[in-house]
């Protein structure tokens, strides 16, 4: 909630246009709550912040950077077993958006329920094998985005830091087109094999965190143990794919 109203390494330090949590229980697939106030107005997600207990949760605050204050443009989304939150953006997206979804097959396409870059990042990535290999999904959809930017014409753009998970592992990536990828830290929560996949620190003690580098992917497995890998120029995208 602090960095709802308070952040400090974002492009903007008050991120009131929605919010989201997504976690994980008994079942394969996340829970889901998410609003359009600001997280530091919501009462109920205090309640639930008290209640709710979850060994693997993503939490996102959102700054619009463009879509509609409206709770299907809010993060995390949510698909079988995966959700997805992002920081970021693709640049001229609206003039991106129709040849982007293109590349989706009609089940995919059928389960976009909003507007925004970010859930095309995720739908994109289901699309080009986010249940098999998630890196290798990951470099589809940023040299997609690459491509469809130069055949539109347009200078690509992409800034991209990201955290996801299919319940078992939670990924994360920290990449951008340009010299300015937003932020990403690690920490291990202290007394416990708690792990912290943040877009800032959440406290003032810098010497907990680690600050992710550009271009890197972040695997932090079950047992909570964290692999960081070079996240490569991303490979030409699938050829079946459609363009327009």
């Known amino acids: 909630m602090a960095q709802s109203h308070d952040a400090h390494e974002a492009k903007t330090r008050t991120n009131g246009d929605g919010f989201g ?4 229980g008994h079942r394969d697939e996340p ?15 205090r309640s639930l912040a008290r209640q709710i207990q979850s060994r693997l949760f993503l939490a996102h605050v959102r700054a619009s950077t463009g879509g509609l204050t409206s709770r299907s443009n809010c993060h995390p ?17 609206d003039r991106l958006r129709r040849r982007l979804e293109s590349h989706l097959s009609d089940d995919v396409y059928g389960q976009k329920h909003g507007a925004t870059d970010s859930e095309l990042i995720f739908l994109l990535m289901l ?3 986010l249940d098999s290999d998630p890196v290798l999904a990951m470099k589809r959809m940023v ?6 930017s130069v055949r539109g014409g347009v200078p690509p753009f992409l800034r991209l830091t990201a955290a996801f998970s299919d319940g078992n592992q939670l990924y994360a990536i920290r990449y951008a087109t340009d010299a300015f990828a937003p932020t990403l830290y ?7 094999s708690g792990i912290c996949v943040v877009s800032e620190p959440l406290d003032g003690e810098a010497a907990n965190w680690m600050a992710v580098p550009a271009n890197s992917f972040v695997t932090v497995s079950r047992q909570g143990r964290i692999a960081i890998e070079s996240f490569e120029e991303p490979i030409s995208r ?6 327009v």
């Not at 829970?31 to 997600?45: E, H, K, T, V």
């Not at 989304?77 to 997206?93: A, D, L, P």
């Not at 040299?143 to 469809?148: D, G, H, M, R, S």
């Open 21 to 24: 949590v997504a976690w994980y």
């Open 31 to 45: 829970g889901l709550y998410r609003d359009i106030l600001p997280a530091w107005s919501d009462q109920n997600l």
């Open 77 to 93: 989304f949510v698909s079988g077993r995966w959700s997805f939150m992002h920081n970021g953006q693709i640049g001229h997206f």
């Open 127 to 129: 699309e080009f094998g």
């Open 143 to 148: 040299a997609t985005v690459v491509e469809e």
């Open 186 to 192: 690690t920490a291990t929560l202290g007394g416990s």
């Open 238 to 243: 699938p050829q079946d794919a459609v363009t």
